[in-house]
């Protein structure tokens, strides 16, 4: 069973670090079929990042993604207060289309 | 702009039947598929299925295969998901999401997404 294992599970940071976010694959899956996504309470999921490491539109430059084979990452090179929520990855390339658990930053 | 608006929570016996709707504007409706997502609060989004809003072809989820249809009429430019034979554990928020680009298997990023439907499953 092909599975998506994110950590940290929880990453406390301070508004201004950088957040560094990663996106383990059980095997190697082709960078095309990456995608970031964050949620904040209440909303739904909101595109990040796809095909590995391009910025869907209107997400600011201090989010990139990078990664190839079973590893992933997502950085956030400077918090800022809205960018406190959960980030996700997905991978869809092969059925069925998985996420993984989850990267939760908070306030420390 | 692209809106995807879905129809509202729902609260139905196990046993029981739901559709949830997810209306599009803004675009063309028939170049790019709906995936249907859901997510227990407190949990990771899960993946249920996507049907191509050009030829209404198909592909679930293996764990839903049996209780889940996905149509859609373009007349309406509108999705449904429907799910069957409701369990406790069918208690969770329902998306649907639209393709990034068109596809025939639905095997792209998701870029705009429904505001999410909860159906609550209790007796």
């Known amino acids: 069973e092909f599975v998506l294992t994110q950590s940290p599970g929880t990453l406390s940071l301070s508004p201004g670090e950088r957040a560094t976010l990663s996106c383990r694959a059980s095997?190697?899956?082709?960078?095309?079929?990456l995608a970031w996504y964050q949620q904040k309470p209440g909303l739904a999921p909101r595109l990040l990042i796809y095909?590995?490491?391009k910025r869907a539109t209107a997400v600011p430059d201090r989010f990139s993604g990078s990664g190839s084979g079973t590893d992933f990452t997502l950085t956030i090179s400077r918090l800022e207060p809205e960018d406190f929520a959960v980030y996700y990855c997905?991978?869809?390339?092969?059925?069925?289309?998985?996420f993984g658990p989850g990267t939760k930053v908070d306030i420390k | 702009q692209v809106q995807l608006l879905q129809s509202g929570g729902e609260v139905r016996k196990p046993g029981a039947s739901v559709r949830v709707s997810c209306k599009a504007s803004?675009?063309?409706?028939?170049?790019?598929?709906i995936t249907w997502v859901r997510q227990v609060p407190g949990q990771g989004p899960e993946w249920m299925g996507w049907?191509?809003?050009?030829?209404?072809?198909?592909f679930y989820a293996q764990k839903f295969q049996e209780r889940v249809t996905m149509t859609t009429d373009t007349s309406t430019s509108t999705a449904y998901m429907e799910l069957r034979s409701l369990r406790f554990d069918d208690t969770a928020f329902y998306y649907c999401?639209?393709?990034?680009?068109?596809?025939?298997?639905?095997?792209?990023?998701?870029?705009?997404w429904g505001q999410g439907s909860l159906v609550s499953v209790s007796s």
């Open positions: 999401a639209r393709d990034r680009v068109g596809s025939y298997t639905g095997n792209t990023a998701l870029d705009y």
């Open positions: 803004g675009y063309n409706f028939n170049t790019y598929g």
């Open positions: 049907i191509s809003t050009h030829n209404g072809h198909t």
């Open positions: 095997r190697s899956v082709s960078s095309a079929y």
């Open positions: 095909e590995s490491s």
């Open positions: 997905q991978h869809h390339g092969d059925l069925p289309f998985t």
